[in-house]
């Protein structure tokens, strides 16, 4: 596990913004630490930090680390809900710390953190949007777990898929997919409603590899058979069985 600090939302801890240390010792400070766009770095701002486990009569994201560690491969599904500010993301950013650090002989999980407001277009998000951004995690974090499986579904079918779409695509995965994320996130709805579209195919191989990708991160004698975690933020899907369809947004 890496010690360097965790980047935030806005590029640096949120303790680094002030010339003196915390407390504030004046309004503008204040306003600084207050910010409710940026999460706490679990390290550099542990002074930042107010441990409310006892006021809330539980350690419930402790709880869910727990379980999470026994759960012995059986995939689980948590929602962390709150307003802005109220500290989800610092808590998610905690829990990731918590997930990668040794404990009581438990396994290390691999953990994939996607954040909407770095990868994605939070206001417009498809589910193509959130596999590819999940591939380009995979594949940076784990890559000799990953590649393996995700090189020939990439060359035989996704790039292909594309390859009318968005020209001269570059011939390493994490590149490519960070031209695709870019283009996305791109102010022109017409120019993402295409690339979805030809993304719309692939679908099914875009799952595939991911789980193919997830299995192989998960055997890998390196990571020692830990479990893997997706830790989302500002995402959330709105389902309508009328339509037989989601649609991904953006969730503060």
Not at 67 to 80: A, C, E, Y
Not at 95 to 103: C, D, G, I, R, S
Not at 124 to 142: F, G, M, N, S, T
Not at 224 to 250: E, I, K, M, N, Q
Request: aromatic fraction near 4%; hydrophobic fraction near 40%.
């Amino acid at each position: 596990m890496s010690d360097a600090p965790i980047a935030t939302l806005r590029g640096h801890a949120v303790s680094s913004r002030v010339l003196t240390p915390p407390p504030a010792q004046n309004l503008d400070d204040a306003v600084r630490l207050c910010d409710p766009y940026s999460p706490l770095d679990p390290r550099e701002d542990s002074s930042l930090f107010a441990n409310l486990t006892a006021i809330r009569g539980s350690d419930r994201l402790g709880r869910i680390v727990r379980n999470i560690r026994r759960s012995g491969g059986i995939p689980t599904l948590h929602f962390v809900s709150g307003h802005l500010g109220s500290g989800k993301t610092t808590e998610l950013l905690r829990m990731k710390v918590q997930l990668e650090t040794a404990a009581h002989g438990a396994p290390l999980a691999t953990v994939l953190f996607l954040d909407a407001d770095v990868m994605l277009n939070r206001t417009d998000i498809d589910l193509e949007d959130i596999l590819l951004a999940l591939w380009k995690l995979v594949y940076e974090q784990r890559k000799a777990a990953a590649a393996k499986v995700l090189m020939p579904l990439w060359k035989d079918q996704i790039k292909e898929a594309l390859s009318k779409t968005i020209t001269n695509l570059p011939g390493d995965i994490s590149e490519a997919l960070t031209r695709i994320l870019g283009e996305v996130r791109l102010p022109s709805a017409e120019r993402r409603k295409d690339i979805r579209t030809a993304l719309r195919s692939t679908t099914a191989v875009l799952i595939e590899g991911l789980n193919k990708a997830f299995a192989a991160t998960r055997e890998a004698p390196d990571d020692g058979a830990g479990p893997l975690v997706v830790l989302t933020r500002r995402v959330r899907c709105d389902w309508s069985p009328r339509r037989g369809a989601g649609r991904w947004a953006g969730r503060g």
